[in-house]
């Protein structure tokens, strides 16, 4: 039977064995591990409680080849490896405390069990190939970036291509590939290196490289818990915690395609405000994608003047009506290498040095530019892609360091919530199957670190599916995605007033298979506008809990739209569901994907749930069908729920005089961290920020509050707010940081 290895003896035996290479010993290579055909190191290092590292690198003359870095992992000093493996040897078992891990070396095989000895993982190392071979649970497998088969990855094969050529660009969208597989009965790998196919048709599943010769180095991050959250955690240590956005990034953004005037730019932001739907954000595409854009051509940093010509004073004149401005940029290059922190040669510009690149934002950035459109770049490897997610993180720093960056990106790998990353599922079409697909999609987006996702609110490429109702479902979806934005061809028709012109506007819908104006009959539609003030209000409303949600998002890792999963891991059928996900942990979101469809089928997770709209409690563990009419997308609040909801504001620091509203959702205890802070700058960082904690207590009937540690009262100290339990009439209460109980 093999020895058990406790820590102390693993870490005395590396060093020992670091020693004995140091004084230039050499391992005898007659049983001399090789895969594909060379010698080769195994390593095993033990990373925390949850997660291991097995890393297997070529051998060359005996000495140890490196692992590449592509910029994914946090930096940090990563711990020594506690076993290595040369030669034919027996096997052995490690310890994490969580986990036990049995290292098979004379089959290049691993397996993770739980401490009382459930198997949850099986890799197996091909010596022939280097493909690696994992088990397939009979469970749904998640994870894997943005795009791609949907929704459980099992059955399918998947390139990992990056781009709008990745896969069906139609219904799916770009694919943004992030090796990031997460088996929902307890365990995740991360694939460090190298890149290449997954392969889930038949169990075992395999992990192919480019080729064989690229097999190597290997480099992988083994995650075991049962625990969704720890699972998520472990990720967000190993690529990176989110960075907080800019709170006005989390408001409704406005795009916009061809423009005819200076005069159009300022009327569209007026009507906004003059018809007080809620918006913050102005985004101009480039010329080089439309007849008149805001530039002269794709890569260009020149104004049109035809459409801008006094840039600085209209951008000025925005700000006065408080909307923030964002503008498309293109890069040009096939590669970016670098930080905005290196030097830039002045005697030639270099496009692929992001210190050069970025150098040519700053002058346009310098008249009050608020944020920044990647768009492009599918040839960008991975290395590139990080490096263009971090240069519009750290650029815009360079002349505004106390201020957040928003930057909404076309393509991105693991690691680029570290930079704040917003994105895009790209141009995908204005169909009913695309509505319905990008539901799943944004699930598996958030479970593989891409916490900002959204898409073009209605479809990019108009087709004859495009109607009003089409667009109203679609943006009621987006209402509830983290990035609140419309966008599309035709894009007089993604304004909330858009279907009562009797006009699409500039058409702009050559150049794609399909693509087609709407019935000029749907144009004069007197139903979309309020529908749309609706959902405005209400995505301004719950501004502090999708807030506080973000915040959670900062510190755990646990996405804001989450998967059923993350909350009921032990529900099969909760795990199994694509076509809904929970919105931040109290409120399940239930978008309506069916064209003229009355009702929706929604499946309830265990324990009471209120019906939002009419506040009808329901209980759960069952499906359930929920009437609907074109005004409604289905919503339900968790038993338990402390649900804070603001006032209406045009934009998301208008100063209104209303409370905040608390209401308790009863039938069980709960809890709610309420977070706030500037929602600008950086001095959250510092502790200048405020949490509340809010508890309930069923029993008792009670709600305590008390400021959490770390953090403080924050301008007005005194917060005034009318606390509630769901049906009864609310009580005015101050909270002035002092620990507070209420009787409810």
Same mark, same amino acid.
């Given at each position: 039977?093999?020895?058990?290895?406790?820590?102390r003896?693993?870490?005395?035996?590396?060093?020992?064995?670091?020693?004995?290479?140091?004084?230039g010993?050499?391992?005898?290579?007659?049983?001399?591990?090789?895969?594909?055909?060379?010698?080769?190191?195994?390593?095993?290092s033990?990373?925390?409680?949850?997660?291991?590292?097995?890393?297997?690198?070529?051998?060359?003359?005996?000495?140890?080849?490196?692992?590449?870095?592509?910029?994914?992992?946090?930096?940090?000093?990563?711990?020594?490896?506690? !076993?290595?493996?040369?030669?034919?040897?027996?096997?052995?078992?490690?310890?994490?405390?969580?986990?036990?891990?049995?290292?098979?070396?004379?089959?290049?095989?691993?397996?993770?069990?739980?401490?009382?000895?459930?198997?949850?993982?099986?890799?197996?190392?091909?010596?022939?190939?280097?493909?690696?071979?994992?088990?397939?649970?009979?469970?749904?497998?998640?994870g894997?970036?943005?795009?791609?088969?949907?929704?459980?990855?099992?059955?399918?094969?998947?390139?990992? *291509?990056?781009?709008?050529?990745?896969?069906?660009?139609?219904?799916?969208?770009?694919?943004?590939?992030?090796?990031?597989?997460?088996?929902?009965?307890?365990?995740?790998?991360?694939? *460090?290196?190298?890149?290449?196919?997954?392969?889930?048709?038949?169990?075992?599943?395999?992990?192919?490289?480019?080729?064989?010769?690229? !097999?190597?180095p290997?480099?992988?991050?083994?995650?075991g818990?049962?625990e969704?959250?720890?699972?998520?955690?472990?990720?967000?240590?190993?690529?990176?915690?989110?960075?907080?956005?800019?709170?006005?990034?989390l408001?409704?953004?406005?795009?916009h395609?061809?423009?005819?005037?200076?005069?159009?730019?300022?009327?569209?932001?007026?009507?906004?405000?003059?018809?007080?739907?809620?918006?913050?954000?102005?985004?101009?595409?480039?010329?080089?994608?439309?007849?008149?854009?805001?530039?002269?051509?794709?890569?260009?940093?020149?104004?049109?003047?035809?459409?801008?010509?006094?840039?600085?004073?209209?951008?000025?004149?925005?700000?006065?009506?408080?909307?923030?401005?964002?503008?498309?940029?293109?890069?040009?290059?096939?590669?970016?290498?670098?930080?905005? *922190?290196?030097?830039?040669?002045?005697?030639?510009?270099? !496009?692929?040095?992001?210190?050069?690149?970025?150098?040519?934002?700053?002058?346009?950035?310098?008249?009050g530019?608020?944020g920044?459109?990647?768009?492009?770049?599918?040839?960008?490897?991975?290395?590139?892609?990080?490096?263009?997610?971090?240069?519009?993180?750290?650029?815009?720093?360079?002349?505004?360091?106390?201020e957040?960056?928003?930057?909404? *990106?076309?393509?991105?790998?693991?690691?680029?919530?570290?930079?704040?990353?917003?994105?895009?599922?790209?141009?995908?079409?204005?169909?009913?199957?695309?509505?319905?697909?990008?539901?799943p999609?944004?699930?598996?987006?958030?479970?593989?670190?891409?916490?900002?996702?959204?898409?073009?609110?209605?479809?990019?490429?108009?087709?004859?599916?495009?109607?009003?109702?089409?667009?109203?479902?679609?943006?009621?979806?987006g209402?509830?995605?983290?990035?609140?934005?419309?966008?599309?061809?035709?894009?007089?028709?993604?304004?909330?007033?858009?279907?009562?012109?009797?006009?699409?506007?500039?058409?702009?819908?050559g150049?794609?298979?399909?693509?087609?104006?709407?019935?000029p009959?749907?144009?004069?539609?007197?139903?979309?506008?309020?529908?749309?003030?609706?959902?405005?209000?209400?995505?301004?409303?719950?501004?502090?809990?999708?807030?506080?949600?973000?915040?959670?998002?900062?510190?755990s890792?646990?996405?804001?739209?989450?998967?059923?999963?993350?909350?009921?891991?032990d529900?099969?059928?909760?795990?199994?569901?694509?076509?809904e996900?929970?919105?931040?942990?109290?409120?399940?979101?239930?978008?309506?994907?069916?064209?003229?469809?009355?009702?929706?089928?929604?499946?309830?997770?265990?324990?009471?749930?209120?019906?939002?709209?009419?506040?009808?409690?329901?209980?759960?563990?069952?499906?359930?069908?929920?009437?609907?009419?074109?005004t409604?997308?289905?919503?339900?609040?968790?038993?338990?729920?402390?649900l804070?909801?603001?006032?209406?504001?045009?934009?998301?620091?208008?100063?209104?005089?209303?409370?905040?509203?608390?209401?308790i959702?009863?039938?069980?205890?709960?809890?709610?961290?309420?977070?706030?802070?500037?929602?600008?700058s950086?001095?959250?960082?510092?502790?200048?920020?405020?949490?509340?904690?809010?508890?309930?207590?069923?029993?008792?009937?009670?709600?305590?509050?008390?400021?959490?540690?770390?953090?403080?009262?924050?301008?007005?100290?005194?917060?005034?707010?009318?606390?509630?339990?769901?049906?009864?009439?609310?009580?005015?209460?101050?909270?002035?940081?002092?620990?507070?109980?209420?009787?409810?």
């Amino acid at each position: 039977m093999s020895k058990v290895y406790g820590r102390r003896e693993i870490l005395r035996g590396a060093t020992a064995v670091c020693a004995a290479l140091l004084k230039g010993q050499r391992q005898p290579l007659t049983n001399a591990q090789r895969i594909t055909s060379r010698e080769v190191e195994l390593q095993v290092s033990i990373v925390s409680a949850h997660t291991f590292r097995l890393t297997v690198l070529s051998l060359w003359d005996g000495i140890v080849d490196s692992i590449p870095s592509d910029g994914s992992l946090v930096p940090r000093s990563w711990a020594e490896p506690v !076993a290595k493996f040369r030669n034919a040897a027996p096997d052995k078992i490690l310890s994490t405390g969580a986990l036990t891990i049995l290292i098979s070396p004379n089959s290049l095989g691993v397996t993770l069990k739980t401490c009382e000895g459930e198997t949850l993982q099986k890799l197996t190392l091909d010596r022939d190939t280097g493909v690696l071979s994992f088990l397939i649970p009979e469970a749904p497998l998640f994870g894997l970036g943005e795009g791609g088969p949907q929704f459980d990855r099992r059955g399918s094969t998947d390139s990992m *291509h990056s781009g709008q050529a990745g896969y069906a660009l139609a219904t799916h969208g770009g694919r943004l590939p992030i090796p990031w597989l997460i088996g929902t009965n307890g365990w995740a790998i991360f694939f *460090h290196q190298p890149f290449g196919t997954f392969e889930f048709k038949e169990n075992p599943g395999k992990f192919l490289p480019l080729s064989p010769e690229a !097999a190597l180095p290997l480099d992988i991050f083994i995650v075991g818990s049962p625990e969704p959250a720890t699972i998520m955690a472990e990720y967000a240590a190993l690529t990176g915690n989110p960075e907080l956005p800019p709170l006005w990034s989390l408001g409704y953004q406005q795009s916009h395609r061809t423009l005819a005037s200076r005069d159009e730019i300022l009327l569209e932001a007026k009507t906004f405000r003059q018809k007080k739907l809620p918006c913050d954000t102005m985004i101009y595409l480039g010329t080089g994608f439309c007849p008149s854009g805001w530039n002269t051509e794709n890569g260009s940093f020149s104004w049109n003047t035809r459409i801008f010509p006094d840039p600085k004073a209209v951008i000025n004149e925005l700000h006065q009506d408080h909307f923030h401005v964002v503008l498309h940029d293109v890069i040009l290059a096939n590669k970016l290498r670098g930080t905005v *922190h290196d030097p830039c040669s002045l005697s030639r510009f270099d !496009a692929e040095n992001a210190s050069c690149y970025w150098a040519e934002h700053r002058k346009t950035f310098a008249l009050g530019v608020d944020g920044w459109w990647p768009d492009e770049g599918d040839p960008l490897n991975t290395e590139s892609r990080l490096a263009r997610n971090r240069m519009h993180w750290e650029g815009p720093q360079l002349d505004r360091p106390n201020e957040r960056p928003y930057a909404l *990106h076309r393509n991105g790998y693991a690691g680029m919530q570290r930079y704040a990353s917003f994105v895009w599922s790209g141009d995908v079409y204005s169909t009913w199957d695309t509505l319905k697909t990008q539901i799943p999609i944004a699930i598996n987006a958030g479970l593989s670190g891409i916490p900002y996702w959204g898409t073009d609110i209605g479809g990019f490429v108009p087709t004859k599916e495009f109607t009003a109702e089409l667009y109203v479902r679609w943006f009621q979806f987006g209402s509830f995605c983290s990035l609140f934005r419309s966008h599309g061809r035709a894009w007089k028709l993604r304004l909330p007033w858009g279907w009562n012109t009797g006009a699409p506007g500039p058409t702009e819908i050559g150049g794609y298979s399909g693509s087609a104006l709407p019935d000029p009959a749907e144009l004069h539609n007197p139903q979309v506008e309020p529908i749309c003030r609706k959902y405005l209000e209400l995505r301004y409303r719950m501004l502090p809990y999708l807030y506080s949600a973000v915040r959670e998002c900062a510190v755990s890792g646990i996405p804001v739209m989450r998967a059923l999963w993350l909350h009921y891991p032990d529900d099969p059928i909760a795990v199994a569901r694509g076509d809904e996900y929970l919105w931040g942990k109290d409120i399940l979101v239930a978008p309506v994907f069916g064209k003229g469809v009355s009702s929706r089928s929604v499946y309830l997770p265990r324990g009471s749930w209120y019906d939002f709209w009419s506040g009808d409690r329901l209980e759960g563990g069952r499906e359930i069908s929920r009437a609907v009419d074109l005004t409604i997308m289905p919503l339900f609040v968790r038993e338990g729920a402390i649900l804070p909801l603001g006032p209406v504001r045009q934009y998301v620091t208008e100063p209104v005089g209303e409370n905040l509203s608390i209401t308790i959702y009863p039938g069980n205890d709960g809890s709610f961290l309420l977070y706030e802070d500037d929602g600008v700058s950086f001095k959250y960082r510092n502790g200048e920020w405020m949490g509340i904690q809010m508890d309930w207590n069923e029993a008792q009937r009670s709600l305590k509050m008390h400021l959490v540690h770390g953090s403080r009262m924050l301008v007005p100290k005194n917060r005034n707010m009318q606390v509630s339990v769901l049906g009864r009439a609310s009580r005015a209460v101050t909270f002035d940081g002092r620990p507070l109980e209420l009787k409810l």
